[in-house]
């Protein structure tokens, strides 16, 4: 079995080289997908274009934190962490119940995790042994009452395994971001961390570390003003940089360039 799959992936690293090759131009999203194509396959630079993956702003409604969802879930006078994703294995989600763990006696903080997944069995089973009262899961949720449940955040976490070691930058980072939502971000994702470090949207942590994590959200919690300081920054790069119409205009002057050398 392990011949023919690896086999299979010789196969397709081919066919993939083959297209790169072919291709008038190469676009990815962040520059370490960039730098990866470049060292593996040996193409030119000059073809590979780096745009991140866009957002529309007007979908979202930015900075509000007191709505109904936190006075009917109870989290009226609380610091809400949440987590809304994929809870997978990949996604390295355990770190938050061991970080809920270490702040199971700060009772103004609590963590939310919203969505499915392989590992969320797992994760209930943990917080349920551990008798974390300071942990709440939700099922993946609609779009609308997903916006709703992050404007209720005070801090949202991003998190990865730590062999996770693709060059990545999760899709709610931008979403976070647009927002206006101070993000902490355990991973070792160079390209997530770039790009929150160069919008000074929150703080980036290594991957699977719980007791730097649980620090970082005891110190956050204790400040309002730069949780509102890290929101604000993030959502103003996000409209400078991750709006929809930004990014279709780098397409557009991509393709331009394309049809001009034709």
């Known amino acids: 079995p392990y011949t023919t799959l690896f086999r299979s992936?010789?196969?397709?690293?081919?066919?993939?080289?083959?297209?790169?090759?072919?291709?008038?131009?190469?676009?990815?999203?962040?520059?370490?997908?960039?730098?990866?194509?470049?060292?593996?396959?040996n193409i030119d630079h000059e073809k590979i274009f780096s745009i991140p993956n866009w957002i529309d702003i007007n979908e979202r409604t930015p900075y509000k934190t007191y709505n109904n969802f936190r006075d009917v879930h109870g989290y009226k006078n609380k610091v809400l962490v949440v987590y809304a994703g994929t809870i997978g294995w990949s996604q390295g989600t355990q770190v938050i119940i061991k970080t809920a763990?270490?702040?199971?006696?700060?009772?103004h903080i609590c963590f939310l995790i919203i969505g499915d997944g392989a590992a969320k069995l797992?994760?209930?089973?943990?917080?349920?042994?551990?008798?974390?009262?300071?942990?709440?899961?939700?099922?993946m949720q609609p779009r609308s009452v997903y916006s709703s449940i992050i404007n209720s955040a005070d801090i949202c976490l991003v998190t990865l395994d730590?062999?996770?070691?693709?060059?990545?930058?999760?899709?709610?980072?931008?979403?976070?971001?647009?927002?206006?939502?101070?993000?902490?971000?355990?991973?070792?994702?160079?390209?997530?961390?770039?790009?929150?470090?160069?919008?000074?949207?929150?703080?980036?942590?290594?991957?699977?570390?719980?007791?730097?994590?649980?620090?970082?959200?005891l110190e956050l919690s204790a400040s309002e003003k730069k949780r509102k300081t890290f929101g604000h920054n993030g959502r103003d790069y996000a409209e400078k940089y991750l709006e929809r119409s930004v990014c279709t205009k780098a397409y557009e002057k991509i393709f331009n360039r394309i049809v001009k050398d034709i």
């Open 9 to 41: 992936i010789n196969v397709f690293e081919l066919m993939e080289k083959f297209i790169y090759f072919r291709s008038s131009a190469i676009i990815v999203h962040s520059q370490g997908n960039a730098d990866f194509i470049m060292k593996k396959y």
């Open 122 to 139: 797992h994760l209930e089973d943990q917080a349920q042994r551990l008798k974390l009262a300071n942990v709440m899961f939700m099922p």
């Open 101 to 107: 763990k270490r702040l199971c006696n700060e009772n």
């Open 162 to 217: 730590p062999k996770v070691i693709t060059p990545v930058v999760p899709g709610k980072i931008p979403s976070i971001m647009s927002m206006g939502k101070t993000i902490i971000a355990s991973l070792d994702s160079i390209d997530a961390s770039v790009l929150i470090n160069e919008a000074k949207a929150g703080l980036c942590l290594p991957a699977g570390d719980d007791k730097v994590l649980a620090a970082a959200i």
